[in-house]
């Protein structure tokens, strides 16, 4: 395919931190014209670390971005859980533990898409869709935008994580449903201090009635990312709340935490990155409209939280067969729709599924409650770092795998024969 002929499809994909940037990335490489536009008035900072695996890693060697992924590898040691006294329970290693080889800042992730988009594809900040209208016969998707400006593109994704709006905005947000897991989640950077402890790891600070703080270090910022995780069985309307007055909640909620919640709280007024959201899962029916014109991709379509570890790998892969299959159908969107389906529902319907009992069973309500969960975390620990284990591991994970052959390790497929010349 010439690139005169494939560049008069243009795309608009709203949302720019980690799905909409890897599908423009692709789509760019498959002849689209892209526009992203961000609500946010500049790159959105904040986030702690988030890992890349499987699939996830698959895609991002296809982009060619294994080495910089690495070479922002937040350098995080292992993962330390204390009592709020700083008495440790449990220190795993990387590779042994929550902590991966490819840890990486959200932020960072999204800096790295964004230096990859940035030289072809036109982003817009500070602005965000308001009304769309899909005008089928003509195949053309109709964006308003709040700025008042209004355009007409072949395409429209919507890449706004969880709490999407233009999901509404474009009618897919029929039978979609935002299922909370019971738990609040808060993000923001502060300062290193001298005397902060575990400097170099994940600090997990386990503290009465069903709360936790951790942080996670940003040597290059010479910042830690401080979070906070509580309880809530029903949505609070925290998230509802202006940034300072999620601020005050915070400080309110963490005010007996001990040193590691004054270190927090501290600093938490001078912080400008503030996340906080009430965690839910989104499952969502149908990802594309009839017209297969418009698409949600990332969070905005299949939200896992968290709780599942695989919000990154998902957005990277989901973003490859999206714009992969838009490809392949370049003149059909309604088979490039069914190929999105038939190649990625599967995969994301494993995905999606927590645990039993997560979150709840990593909070607990008393101080001796938590000294029995991080005594019994710290027995797991025991066996997981012992040498027996790790010698035996990978032949009992090859056997596991020819026996039961997972999603995870479904390969891509290939889309290479779509890519054209590029100047
Ligand atoms: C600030 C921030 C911090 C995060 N930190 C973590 C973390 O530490 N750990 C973790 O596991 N996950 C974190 N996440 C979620 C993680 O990024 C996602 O789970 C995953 O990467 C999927 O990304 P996404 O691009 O689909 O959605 P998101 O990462 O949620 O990004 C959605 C983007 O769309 C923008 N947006 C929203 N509404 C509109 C609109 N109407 N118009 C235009 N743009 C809009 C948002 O500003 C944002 O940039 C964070 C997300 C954000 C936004």
Redesign the pocket.
Known sequence: MSLSTAAKKTVLI???????PATAFWLNRYGFKTTI????PEL???????DVQHYGMEAIIKMGLGQALKDRFTGETGTTFTDKNNKVYMNLPVGQGPTNETEIL?GDFADMLYQETKNDTEWVFGD??TSVNEQEAAGKVEVGFNSGKKDTYDYLII????????RKAASLDQGVEYRPIGCYIA?FSIPFEESTPFKDQWHVVALPRKRCIYYRPDFKANTQRAGVMFISNESKGYEKLSQQEQKAKIAELYADGGENADRMIKYLDQSD?L?FEYLGQVHAPKWSSSSGRVHL????AW?GT?MIGM??SL?VAGAYILSGEMAKHMDDPKAAARGYEENWRPTVTEAQKIAPGIPHIMFQETEWGNKVFLNIMSAVGFVVGSRFVQAIGPIITKIWNRLFPSQEQKTLPDYEQYLVERK
């Open positions: 709203s949302g720019g931190s980690i799905a909409g536009v961000e609500r946010w959105r900072p904040g986030g702690q670390s988030v959200r965000y869709v890449a706004e994580g969880a709490r999407s709006w233009g993000y990155d996340y991709v990332g969070d905005a939200c968290p919000g990154c957005s």
